[in-house]
């Protein structure tokens, strides 16, 4: 599902009501792709006293969530991966699954030459030492597996401007850390929209899925059924 511009919320929720389908085997497995409007989510292990210093006034959402992590921001610009996944076909393992979803992210960045890299003990991806540059960080990733059936998922900065992951939080509660697009390292302006259809092969690729586009003409709501949600609350 390509969604476009999705408010936070209506996003968690329809990540949901998709998760309680995708665990009762009432739809196959879906990707949703999207953006969000500026948001900073806070995940499970978040330490919101030390980790948010988001400036009086500023135009951004702040939202709980479920998954795992830490504090990070979403804005447009970024592209948002949200695979509900039933982790019975794809190995029973979490670990393997987010290492999964970095191996997806790294195929993308190969896509445009990039060479992102992962560092343990670090969840997500990162560009490498460069050109007097420390490591930056280019994708986060923060899961949350309920019966083995996978919401949340990855965000991958495009182009967008990366001061709120330093100057509004301490994004991943990590200090000193460096954050990055694809268009700064590239050098040129790109588009989520150039940057999704190497982002969807990937996913396809790395998880063994055979991808088709679902009609979205309804927005975000597609889906949106009370049954569902109260089978993933379960």
């Known amino acids: 599902m390509n969604l476009g511009l999705v408010p936070y919320g209506e996003a968690l929720e329809l990540q949901r009501s998709l998760a309680g389908a995708v665990s009762q085997g009432a739809i196959p497995e ?76 790294i195929h993308t960045l190969a896509a445009f030459g990039l060479e992102g890299v992962r560092y343990d003990g670090l969840t997500g991806v990162w560009m490498a030492p460069s050109s007097g540059q420390g490591p930056r960080k280019i994708a986060s990733i923060g899961v949350h597996v309920s019966r083995w059936v996978t919401t949340h998922g990855y965000a991958l900065n495009v182009d967008l401007d990366p001061a709120p992951f330093t100057e509004w939080i301490t994004a991943c509660g990590l200090e000193d850390a460096q954050f990055t697009t694809m268009a700064r390292e590239l050098g040129r302006p790109l588009g989520v929209d150039e940057a999704r259809p190497e982002a969807i092969r990937a996913i396809g690729e790395v998880f063994g899925l055979v991808l088709e586009e679902l009609p979205a003409d309804d927005g975000a709501g597609l889906w949106r059924q009370s049954i569902h949600a109260a089978l993933a609350a379960r």
């Open 30 to 105: 879906t990707v949703i792709f999207l953006e969000h409007p500026p948001v900073v989510t806070i995940g499970r292990r978040t330490e919101t006293e030390s980790e948010l210093h988001i400036p009086e006034g500023a135009a951004v959402e702040i939202a709980e969530t479920d998954r795992g992590g830490k504090s990070t921001f979403h804005g447009p610009g970024q592209l948002v991966c949200y695979p509900i996944l039933d982790l019975h076909e794809h190995g029973k393992d979490v670990k393997r699954y987010v290492r999964d979803l970095e191996d997806a992210l």
